[in-house]
């Protein structure tokens, strides 16, 4: 009897310190305590031992170090909304194979709602709906377009405003999100037009997706 009451004492202690620090949830169940550390997408966790895992054999994550409580391992759309490296009529695509922390900031049945941010801040939105094996990245992608190559060639037509440049949105995620949402009938023409690329924006639209039946 003092044994099972030691075991149980012991397993308590554990749970309970693994819940104050940072630590992984393993696929098999296994609950690794320590300070977390991502490098060359793997996960370091410095413990009583120093323990790898990979990032495909995580079910959760708990960190102060990173935001967020899910893993994911992606080839990652990247996109530059940085004037300067922005090009007329010319979208920059780029790809990278990483592994991101996912922060669940909406929760509904039908889908979830993902945010992240790479090394350099910039920020990228997931989606997941029950029939997802994990999160799927919503794209999005910058350009310019107007009238500065047009005002060089023929510059008696495209004098003022007729040579402003604008920054405008390659709007990916609408493509995406209408693929999944497109037939409720709850969700009016507008929202599509005005969806942006913001969490607010994205969870008005999941809110009145999960009002359809």
Known sequence: ???????????????????????????TGDTICGEITLKNKIFYVTGATLVEVAPENIIKIKSEKY???VVVRCNLQTYADNLSDLEIDYITKGVTDTVLILDEIYTTPKINLYYATNTYKTPFYFYKTPSDQKPVQLVIRYFLQGGLANYDDDRARYRG??????????KGYVNQLHAIMGECGKIPPTMW?????????????????????
């Open 1 to 27: 009897m003092k044994i099972l009451f030691v075991f149980i004492a012991c397993f308590y202690s554990i749970s309970g310190f693994c819940q104050k620090t940072d630590y992984i949830i393993k696929k």
């Open 67 to 69: 935001r967020g409580n």
């Open 161 to 170: 405003d007729r040579s402003r440049v604008n920054i405008v949105e390659d």
């Open 193 to 213: 037009e005005l969806l942006t690329y913001r969490d607010y924006s994205l969870k008005q639209l999941i809110k009145k997706y999960n009002k359809c039946n």
